[in-house]
């Protein structure tokens, strides 16, 4: 599926990549965060030691950035966007709207949707974006 991306997120994007050494697979620009989408298996080279490349983009951007890492499956994709809360199992079902069921454990539901349903909403978005699944459902 391709992706869009603005000015702006293309300019952070290549940031974190020259920083990092991570490739970014997306980049959703929010009012109050930035959200990188990085290749699977990257996420350790993205982050640094102890948070190091993500804590010196921040300072360079100006804003909170949150990372979530790629996946090939639509089910591990909408669990990698949920992080860091604890997704036990994701259940695709196609009818004539693309839903994700994700049972989340009951302590983190909160952090799956985040202040204001950020959080969700943005797993929301690039799930559409990446797997072209309309919705994501905390079961």
């Known amino acids: ?14 940031l974190v990549e020259a920083e990092t050494d991570a490739s970014v697979r997306d980049c959703l620009v929010e009012d109050e965060r930035v959200v990188v989408l990085v290749a699977a298996g990257e996420m350790a080279a993205a982050i640094g030691p102890g948070g ?9 951007i100006g804003t909170q950035v949150t990372l979530v890492e790629d996946a090939d499956r639509p089910g591990a994709f909408v669990a990698n966007s949920l992080a860091p809360a604890a997704v036990y199992n994701v259940t695709i079902s196609e009818g004539e709207d693309t839903i994700a069921y994700a049972e989340v454990d009951e302590n983190d539901r909160g952090v799956a949707i985040g202040t204001d349903g950020e959080n969700i909403e943005t797993a929301r978005r690039l799930a559409k974006r990446h797997h072209d699944i309309d919705d994501i459902e905390l079961a």
Do not use: D, F
């Not at 190091?52 to 360079?60: D, S």
């Open 1 to 14: 599926m391709r992706v869009t991306l603005s000015g702006e997120a293309l300019r952070i994007a290549g």
């Open 52 to 60: 190091e490349h993500v804590k010196r983009i921040e300072r360079r």
